[in-house]
């Protein structure tokens, strides 16, 4: 349902929503943006367009339109080109998923799994993998995560590895070692800091023993950057142990 109050009813939500962007592009700081998010030839993030809004300005522009856009116009505008008018719309599906009943979630959850292509870079996911697809799969079969995981598309695999946030939180490690051992062999940096960075709060708010057997065995194999960010909370002396592996 849509809240009209604070919004012009001459323009649609999501015009709207779009002028408030527009007003606030700056120039100077998405050329900065761009390079910082590897929008070149040949990079992760190649063709990505950044207007240069802060992503406070991005959050205050969700949080005003929360719920005045429902899931079609919600779907449009994650298909944006512009990266600041997609993550808006992940702030603002995120939002209305904490608040949604389970049928609703069921829709927020499709909608995001049929448009991950558009979730494509690691703040996008990084925002929106734990509290949608996590927090969906919490108490349901989570068979998705492996087709995910194993996808040939890079953002699709953080997804997977990412919504595992929301497990951890939770008290649980299954899932979360399960994809991490799918992408030890995996080539990409954004990757190896993802499963990295997912270990580390595996072993901090779940299970350091856990962690230790699963260094113990795969410790040699891992990409040097996955180590270390898997190491980061664990005393120098067991830091320096598996990084000599």
Request: proline share 2%; charged share 30%.
């Amino acid at each position: 349902m849509k809240k009209e109050s604070g919004i012009s009813q001459a323009l649609s939500a999501v015009s709207q929503l779009q002028k408030d962007v527009q007003s606030q592009a700056d120039a100077s700081r998405a050329v900065i943006l761009q390079r910082f998010f590897k929008t070149g030839k040949g990079e992760y993030a190649e063709g990505d367009v950044f207007l240069g809004l802060t992503v406070p300005q991005s959050r205050k522009i969700a949080k005003k339109y929360a719920s005045a856009l429902n899931l079609k116009e919600i779907d449009t505008l994650m298909k944006s080109p512009n990266h600041e008018e997609r993550l808006i719309a992940l702030l603002i599906l995120v939002s209305q998923f904490q608040e949604a009943s389970e049928k609703e979630q069921t829709r927020i959850f499709k909608l995001y799994i049929k448009n991950s292509k558009y979730v494509n870079n690691w703040d996008l996911v990084d925002t929106s993998a734990p509290a949608i697809v996590g927090g969906y799969l919490l108490n349901r079969d989570r068979s998705v995560l492996k087709k995910l995981a194993t996808s040939k598309n890079l953002w699709q695999r953080r997804i997977a590895m990412l919504a595992t946030f929301h497990f951890i939180y939770n008290g649980e490690s299954a899932d979360t070692l399960k994809i991490a051992k799918l992408l030890l062999k995996d080539e990409h940096d954004l990757i190896h800091k993802a499963v990295g960075w997912m270990l580390r709060e595996m072993g901090k708010k779940v299970s350091e023993e856990k962690l230790l057997k699963f260094l113990d065995q795969h410790a040699a194999k891992m990409p040097r950057t996955m180590l270390r960010y898997s190491l980061e909370k664990l005393p120098a002396e067991k830091r320096k142990h598996y990084m000599s592996k």
